[in-house]
């Protein structure tokens, strides 16, 4: 067959149908949209390098070895959790939010400061 | 190192389940997936939960009487937490698309080839490439998936095909098991549960994709004769590769519209399927494919249609604002309008009678050693949680 199909511009393409825009200014949503793309490829490069971890604690490591490489039930609950653990750090803005969402009267620390400098 | 706690994240995409028109996936390939299908199990854990507070405490006291749920949801696209939330999750989508097709496009030509060798002369697929596209497929691209279920980029081109079948792990995160078909294995349970002496001779899977969910269907009844419609050739020819490569031969792909189905005969079937399907048609095509589905079904004969649970007057209206977010932002448009319809009367004005309609719940059936099981847990992830409801009904006259 002679088609080229180019994956790298074809990969991205944008879907049917207007995308919509949640952030109060679009600039914000697009720079969140890199930061995801980019924590997506670090979480990868991580997978790798335990991949090579694992494989050199038994033996020298081959390009073949880590392509083929498939984790036991438990190495792979092992590298899950550290993705579980890997996306609490990364998106821990939005816990601090959630827990603070029934403190919406919780002083800052300039107000207490106020407070305690008359106590 | 890690916390204690027993690991309840997604299996690890190397369990997927492989045939012969698997994308080849590098070891960089199948860790995107990995992260992807956290990424998603990680706003509706962690995330969505929070929705529901910001909602309660924030946006509720502002907007106390709502009478509608797109009032609730008009009133969320206000707050900062369902911002952020609706933005992660459109991107993660998207970054799913991608990868998804990054995997395939860049090994177009093989798997072109490979389908080609696999189905070439082969009797079970019947293209039709005069078929008009329905309306509600032209006009957008279901789930921001490029291309939907029909675009060619060169002809015989199976890439959007295999782009579904490849990342449909992430949007669940394993939960519609090792071959994407726990929506089929669900239907034949409930099949073999509640109706064990059933043996329908030919089953008909209307909007069924490359066959996912009808293969299960298939492999339960190998004697039937199964006949598979959709309307994009690309996931037909896929389908039939698919299936005969995981050994099941019983299936006939058929490139038609729903809505008219003039090449089967009145009567002529006993099972008429469909999964997840008529959320993606439209409010004037859902009458004529429910009409066709009471026509071709044969006396004694089943038909069952699977989707989300539909927002009766006892579903919270935040709770239906949430689950219409992928109709207004992951191209799902007639999700919103279909699970506010009245589908018994739908099925009454089908040529059912009441008396012969069918309603029950079922969840996926998945390799539970592997794979998530959400039968019984508390995990909810709005319209994307691999349980279901079944509108359905028994042919009790011919």
């Given at each position: 067959m002679t088609t080229q199909i180019d994956p790298l511009t074809l990969a991205g393409a944008k879907p049917k149908g207007k995308r919509p825009f949640f952030l109060?200014?679009?600039?914000?949503?697009?720079?969140?949209?890199?930061?995801?793309?980019?924590?997506q490829e670090l979480a990868v490069m991580r997978e790798r390098l335990d991949t090579v971890e694992r494989l050199l604690e038994t033996k020298g490591v081959t390009q073949d070895d880590i392509e083929n490489f498939k984790p036991t039930k438990a190495q792979a609950e092992q590298r899950g959790a550290w993705i579980q653990e890997y996306l609490a750090r990364i998106l821990r803005i939005y816990q601090q939010e959630i827990e603070g969402l029934d403190k919406p009267d919780d002083p800052t620390s300039e107000e207490i400061g106020h407070e305690l400098a008359q106590e | 190192?890690?916390?204690?706690k027993a690991y309840d994240g997604p299996p690890d995409y190397r369990n997927v389940g492989i045939h012969a028109m698997s994308p080849e996936t590098s070891h960089d390939e199948k860790a995107r997936f990995n992260f992807l299908a956290h990424m998603n199990r990680h706003l509706a854990s962690n995330i969505l939960p929070g929705i529901k507070t910001a909602y309660e405490t924030r946006v509720k006291p502002n907007n106390p009487s709502p009478n509608h749920r797109n009032q609730v949801r008009k009133a969320l696209l206000e707050d900062s937490l369902f911002q952020h939330w609706s933005a992660l999750r459109r991107g993660t989508m998207e970054l799913r698309q991608q990868a998804g097709r990054w995997v395939t496009l860049r090994q177009a030509e093989e798997l072109n080839a490979r389908a080609e060798e696999m189905t070439k002369g082969d009797p079970r697929l019947i293209l039709d490439p005069n078929l008009v596209l329905p309306n509600y497929l032209a006009k957008i691209d279901h789930h921001c998936m490029p291309g939907s279920y029909h675009d060619e980029l060169v002809p015989g081109d199976v890439t959007g095909a295999a782009n579904y079948d490849v990342g449909i792990f992430v949007t669940t995160g394993g939960g519609l098991g090792r071959y994407s078909d726990g929506g089929g294995k669900a239907v034949v349970a409930w099949v073999k549960k509640n109706r064990p002496d059933f043996a329908p001779k030919r089953i008909l899977d209307i909007g069924g994709g490359l066959g996912q969910n009808v293969v299960p269907i298939a492999q339960t009844f190998p004697d039937?004769?199964?006949?598979?419609?959709?309307?994009?050739?690309?996931?037909l020819r896929y389908g039939l590769a698919r299936a005969k490569s995981m050994g099941v031969e019983n299936i006939t792909f058929v490139q038609a519209n729903a809505e008219d189905l003039f090449m089967f005969e009145n009567g002529s079937f006993d099972w008429v399927q469909s999964t997840m399907f008529l959320h993606e048609t439209s409010v004037k095509s859902m009458p004529r494919i429910m009409k066709e589905s009471h026509r071709l079904l044969a006396k004694d004969g089943l038909v069952m249609h699977v989707e989300q649970p539909q927002y009766g007057p006892d579903m919270p209206l935040y709770e239906?604002?949430?689950?219409?977010w992928d109709a207004f932002y992951n191209n799902e448009p007639f999700w919103t309008k279909m699970h506010e319809l009245d589908l018994d009367q739908w099925m009454v004005d089908a040529g059912f009678s009441r008396d012969e309609l069918v309603h029950c719940s079922v969840a996926a059936v998945v390799d539970t050693t592997l794979f998530p099981e959400h039968a019984n847990d508390d995990y909810e992830d709005y319209g994307r949680k691999a349980a279901w409801h079944i509108i359905g009904a028994e042919k009790k006259a011919a």
């Open positions: 109060e200014h679009k600039d914000t949503e697009k720079v969140l949209a890199v930061t995801m793309a980019v924590a | 190192m890690s916390n204690t039937a004769e199964v006949v598979c419609v959709d309307t994009g050739a690309p996931v239906q604002a949430i689950r219409d």
